[in-house]
């Protein structure tokens, strides 16, 4: 089955175009095709992500990354000419998408339809209107080439991040909890089996990755500001540094698998102020380093926790850890480590590119969705859902 997924759910566009073979017995997918430009450097300037300047971006980027990936594939062939009524009704499904349309028919005026059977698109969760985009991109796609167009939920992707470009061939065995730890979500997943996914235990607040994100801000550091915390958090660890911070571990002692973090962050927000004595004092590169530690520190303590919880609870083969945050060094090891703590226990990891959001990982969750459910291969009315739960989707 050769998919072309299309990622646009926040700060970063994306397009595969994948082949996958082997079911979900031993799922093999090889990339054909894969760009992504990260919009990061545009948004540092604010701080975050904000929502409309995402969605501008995605409409000014999307055309030429489908160009390179199809490209890349041998797929972007000159040849077809279509008709002005297709043209019109493209115009009409961007309509909302400033200058897409222009972009759009200047790049693939006469390409012809690539050889995929599937087009596949993040509907949520995520930004609303960076999601819109990507959807009217693959709504537009599907009126030029005919080929159908089906919505894949943003967490389903970062669980069937593991299926690709991954050293570790061990099968998923089942049942398997998902740890999913990204800028937006927390949230612990029992899942019976693929396309079977109960959400047992949720952030009531904060995500971890907005706590770094959040923490970093604190620090004077630039978004995103996990990889910097983590950065800083290690070199407090390598050199030995006398610990000075203390913080709060929210939850770590409540009878459920729930977590939140915003009392964490107040806790260094507290603490910041108490250093500088909240005048103009800047933090010593010291302090920044002792609380990057203590910060992960109490995450790890309480990520840990409510995940041991999970696996005495349900006693599962497999614990699939994925989202940005396992892009963390210490905390994939902490993770990764429960292999020898629970016997027989298959812990998996993405690799690290594909931690962070990419369009790969909607390819993987294309196929869960389509040997599942073959009958999903047709024409669906989509819309964004900022808010979509795991298991709340077409089935
Ligand atoms: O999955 P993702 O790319 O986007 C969402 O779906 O939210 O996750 C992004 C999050 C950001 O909050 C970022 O700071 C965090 O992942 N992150 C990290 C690291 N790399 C990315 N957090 C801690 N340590 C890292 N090395
Ligand atoms: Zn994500």
């Known amino acids: 089955m050769k998919i072309l997924s299309i990622e646009t759910s926040c700060d970063e566009t994306a397009i595969s175009i994948v082949e996958a073979e082997g079911g979900l017995e031993s799922p093999t997918f090889s990339i054909l095709g894969n760009s992504l430009f990260s919009q990061i450097d545009i948004h540092k300037e604010y701080g975050g992500v904000f929502p409309n300047l995402a969605k501008r971006e995605h409409a000014k980027n999307l055309s030429e ?8 594939a041998n797929m972007f062939e000159n040849g077809a000419s279509y008709e002005e009524n297709t043209w019109e009704k493209i115009k009409f499904i961007l309509k909302r998408e400033e200058g897409l349309y222009e972009g759009f028919r200047k790049i693939f ?3 012809s339809a690539p050889k995929v059977d599937v087009i596949s698109v993040t509907s ?3 930004l609303v209107p960076a999601l819109w985009v990507g ?3 693959a709504k537009a796609l599907e009126e030029l080439w005919g080929i159908p167009v089906l919505p894949i939920n943003h967490m389903e992707g970062h669980i069937a991040s593991i299926l690709l470009q991954n050293e570790d061939k061990r099968l998923v065995q089942f049942p398997a909890l998902s740890l999913l730890i990204s800028g937006g979500h927390t949230e612990i997943v029992y899942m019976k089996n693929w396309g079977e996914y109960e959400v047992v235990g949720q952030t009531l607040d904060d995500a971890v990755g907005e706590a770094f994100d959040k923490t970093a801000r604190m620090l004077g550091l630039p978004y995103p500001g996990g990889p910097q915390v983590s950065k800083l958090a290690e070199e407090a660890r390598s050199e030995n540094m006398e610990k000075k911070a203390h913080f709060t571990r929210p939850m770590l002692n409540s009878n459920n698998l729930n977590f939140s973090f915003s009392g964490l962050k107040t806790a260094v927000l507290y603490y910041t102020r108490e250093l500088t004595q909240d005048s103009d004092i800047t933090l010593s590169i010291e302090d920044m380093k002792d609380i990057s530690r203590e910060f992960e520190d109490a995450v790890i303590e309480v990520l840990l926790k409510k995940t041991k919880s999970a696996l005495d609870s349900y006693g599962v083969k497999t614990l699939i850890i994925a989202g940005g945050v396992i892009a963390n060094n210490k905390i994939s090891q902490v993770f990764t480590e429960l292999e020898n703590e629970y016997k027989g226990l298959i812990v998996k990891t993405p690799v690290k590119n594909l931690s962070t959001d990419n369009s790969l990982m909607i390819a993987g ?3 869960i969705n ?4 073959p009958e999903l ?8 859902n900022g808010n979509l739960k795991l298991g ?4």
């Open 392 to 395: 709340q989707d077409l089935k």
């Open 135 to 137: 959807i009217s991109f």
């Open 377 to 384: 291969l047709c024409k669906h009315e989509i819309i964004a």
């Open 109 to 111: 005026e006469n390409i």
């Open 365 to 367: 969750a294309t196929y």
């Open 370 to 373: 389509l040997i599942l459910h």
């Open 65 to 72: 990354i489908l160009k390179i990936s199809l490209t890349q």
């Open 124 to 126: 949520g969760p995520g």
